[in-house]
């Protein structure tokens, strides 16, 4: 097992040492540009590659993770990532000899070093042998980091700012030190995640995960943002709805799929703000809303609406409803019908201003009806 660790690290240190090479091929592309494609396959595609191809039953193990685990992992797993983006900003900065040397370097020691010191292990860190043997690594990375930034700073003083940006387009030693330091610091929260993702590795380990893969299902947690809900048991989750008001709230409605599955009413507000909980069954996957309206004593009504919210449950498709698209169809023939027949008027104010902007309408609206006949094909029927 120890040579096959060895033999482990020194294939990640060689792909964390030539991930970049590749960018040298696309000098042209921002830097925003390729390192979302990088994080693309680095942080999606491969984790859950690897995941899927180790971890049997992966949907249960993270269906029926503890939440305080999920919770914990994702979000350290977030921070983790930001030290990532701020990462590649700094080889944006230094370039990639100069850049890797210093951030992977600075990653590697505060990596080592903050987990312990803030969970209170780092007596035990230097009171054994391989503790101490870590440490004296940190040394040596330390003062190649030294020795680096003193490459860095001399190389900045000797060149000219033409020659800086001829190679590294961006170059800035200052700039980029203080983002590597920041990076450095932030990604320690990678250990962090490891250790608020054990439950789920030992929940793999009853699902007979090999030991060695046991963290995978971890993995897919720091680098992503899917919410797993099992069409079984786990098939609710709760709602929270926090309201604020300067006028009298009649009601508030929750809709599933575009249909009123709650209803809130009447409503005593807390000044100008009320907060309202509920759960919401999810055997297959949907979209909720929720949306209030207004207290008025006239025919008038006012009312304001979230966005969708996208649950997916068990990676099932999200499928529209015929009777939706059936109003779409129906509200653009009224649509159509009214371009061929309305008048021209130069105002604007009874129709069209003219014939061309009536043909140009006819035709986007002939254009829709076309796509929502399609999108009617893959609908869910109407029960």
Known sequence: MVSLGILLHAIGGFAAGSFYIAFRKVRNWSWESYWLVNGLFTWV????TIALLTVPDLGLILSGAPVKSVFWTFFFGLMWGI????FGLSLRYLGMSLGMALTLGLTTTFGTLIPPIFMGEFGALVSSSSGLTTLGGILVVLIGITVCGWAGLSKEREMSKENKQKYIREFNFRKGVVVAIFAGIISACFAFAVHAGKPIAELAGQYNTPVLWRNSAVLVLMMGDTVFLNSGSHSSFPVT????????????EILKDGEIIHT??????DGDSIRLNDTIEAEKSCWIVARCFEFRDDANTRFAHTAPIFVAVDHQPFLMKESAVQWFIQRTDILIEKAKHSAIDPLGQEGFINEKVREESLELYQQARLEFEKRFQLCEPTQ
């Not at 595609?45 to 859950?48: A, N, Q, T």
């Not at 709805?241 to 508030?252: A, E, G, K, Q, T």
């Open 45 to 48: 595609i491969m984790p859950w």
């Open 241 to 252: 709805i926090d309201l604020h008001s300067m006028n009298p709230v009649d009601r508030v």
């Open 264 to 269: 809130f009413s009447p409503l005593q507000l």
């Open 83 to 86: 030290g990532n983006l701020t």
